[in-house]
């Protein structure tokens, strides 16, 4: 398993570099002259460039492998972030963002594709997917309050050429370190078996038709995200207050991470998590828009928690709603929900924060995703009719 320690610690760097960037952008945008409507556009753009990365990366990985993605992604990321500590103009900035929104699309699907490559076991393969989680969430916690105190300390254009020479480093150091792992396509899931010849205890469900509603949930879900990355720094005023929403953005974080740890929540139907924790977020951005009377890091903690709640609950729900069949485009579709939420975000909160609280929007968008879900399409696997890929062992 030394590569997937390697790869956690390449993903730990590059997720602590892009994260370190949240509580920053928006200030450095509005010091070289950008409006709040034109930073939603560049946020937007930023997510809407992820789009094309993710399909050829969906292709490209399978057929060239992983590591020549992985430090393409990181080396042309820092190189951007290298240019970006010289920009002087918001086009600029633009441009630039647009272009690492387009890199860094392929960096998720190739760590995961390799982290699945590292074992032919089921569970294996499960618990290192959880690890991924786990380091992102981990460096999620840090980074933003480390970006906004490096920023304090040193300014934004040494900040970012420090941050891009982290990412060309890593990628130095993927090339040197991360071997690509070739396997065939045939699992042994148990006793040595082909997955070909494991058969399921029970008939396996006859495929229906994804209820393709479900994808609105990752649309709102992202659109709101989007909402509250493009709001909270703009709070800031002096270099005082950068600090405080580094550590707002950590709280987030930190909720998240308390939620993904309470593993017993996985005991219960994905369908009711999903549909409770979409709620639960919904009413949070609520009470932050209408000034509910609680500190607003008490209300971050608690969108953090519905955060950890929703996103393993929802990959669940994908998996159980495609009847055990058609992964990959289920998957796909879902990353493409979420780009799409992510550019709708921002640019709608820079368009309308003049006539309505963005946190409005943000609570209609989920409203609005949960009013949609398909309950009348909704079935579950039942544990007796799933295929071994998903039974519990030990």
């Known amino acids: 398993m030394k590569t997937a320690i390697w790869l956690y610690l390449f993903l730990f760097v590059a997720f602590f570099d892009l994260h370190a960037q949240y509580p920053i952008l928006t200030p450095f945008a509005i010091s070289i002259g950008a409006a709040p409507a034109f930073i939603g556009l560049m946020m937007g753009m930023y997510s809407i460039?992820?789009?094309?990365?993710?399909?050829?990366?969906?292709?490209?990985?399978?057929?060239?492998?992983?590591?020549?993605?992985?430090?393409?992604?990181?080396?042309?990321?820092?190189?951007?972030?290298?240019?970006?500590?010289?920009?002087?103009?918001?086009?600029?900035?633009?441009?630039?963002?647009?272009?690492?929104?387009?890199?860094?699309?392929?960096?998720?699907?190739?760590?995961?594709?390799?982290?699945?490559?590292?074992?032919?076991?089921?569970?294996?393969?499960?618990?290192?997917?959880?690890?991924?989680?786990?380091?992102?969430?981990?460096?999620?916690?840090?980074?933003?309050?480390?970006?906004?105190?490096?920023?304090?300390?040193?300014?934004?254009?040494?900040?970012?050429?420090?941050?891009?020479?982290?990412?060309?480093?890593?990628?130095?150091?993927?090339?040197?370190?991360?071997?690509?792992?070739?396997?065939?396509?045939?699992?042994?899931?148990?006793?040595?078996?082909?997955?070909?010849?494991?058969?399921?205890?029970?008939?396996?469900?006859?495929?229906?038709?994804?209820?393709?509603?479900?994808?609105?949930?990752?649309?709102?879900?992202?659109?709101?995200?989007?909402?509250?990355?493009?709001e909270l720094p703009l709070m800031v005023k002096t270099q005082d207050a950068m600090m405080t929403t580094g550590l707002l953005f950590s709280v987030i974080s930190i909720g998240a991470l308390i939620t993904l740890s309470l593993l017993f929540l996985n005991r219960y139907p994905a369908f009711y998590r999903t549909l409770l924790g979409s709620i639960g977020l919904a009413l949070l951005y609520f009470g932050i828009a209408a000034g509910a009377p609680l500190p607003l890091p008490v209300m971050l903690l608690g969108i953090g928690m519905m955060k950890g709640i929703i996103l393993p609950a929802l990959s669940t729900l994908l998996i159980e709603a495609s009847g055990g069949e058609k992964y990959g485009r289920t998957f796909s579709v879902l990353s493409i929900a979420f780009s799409i939420g992510a550019f709708l975000g921002p640019m709608l909160a820079g368009q309308l924060r003049g006539y309505v609280s963005p946190y409005y929007i943000a609570f209609l968008g989920m409203m609005l995703a949960v009013l949609f879900l398909p309950f009348f399409k909704w079935r579950p696997i039942p544990p007796d009719r799933q295929t071994p890929i998903f039974h519990k062992t030990g």
């Open 49 to 230: 460039t992820h789009l094309p990365g993710n399909l050829i990366a969906g292709f490209g990985v399978d057929r060239y492998g992983s590591r020549l993605f992985i430090v393409f992604s990181l080396m042309a990321a820092g190189i951007v972030l290298l240019f970006q500590s010289q920009v002087t103009d918001p086009w600029q900035l633009l441009l630039l963002r647009s272009i690492s929104g387009f890199v860094l699309a392929f960096l998720s699907p190739a760590c995961l594709a390799l982290l699945a490559r590292l074992t032919d076991d089921i569970t294996q393969q499960g618990k290192l997917m959880a690890g991924n989680g786990l380091i992102h969430t981990l460096a999620s916690v840090v980074s933003p309050a480390a970006g906004a105190y490096l920023v304090a300390k040193i300014g934004f254009s040494v900040a970012f050429m420090v941050l891009g020479w982290m990412l060309v480093v890593t990628a130095l150091c993927a090339l040197l370190f991360i071997k690509d792992i070739n396997r065939k396509l045939d699992r042994h899931p148990a006793h040595g078996t082909s997955s070909a010849s494991v058969k399921p205890s029970g008939k396996r469900p006859s495929s229906q038709p994804l209820p393709w509603l479900i994808f609105l949930l990752p649309v709102g879900f992202s659109c709101a995200q989007g909402i509250l990355s493009f």
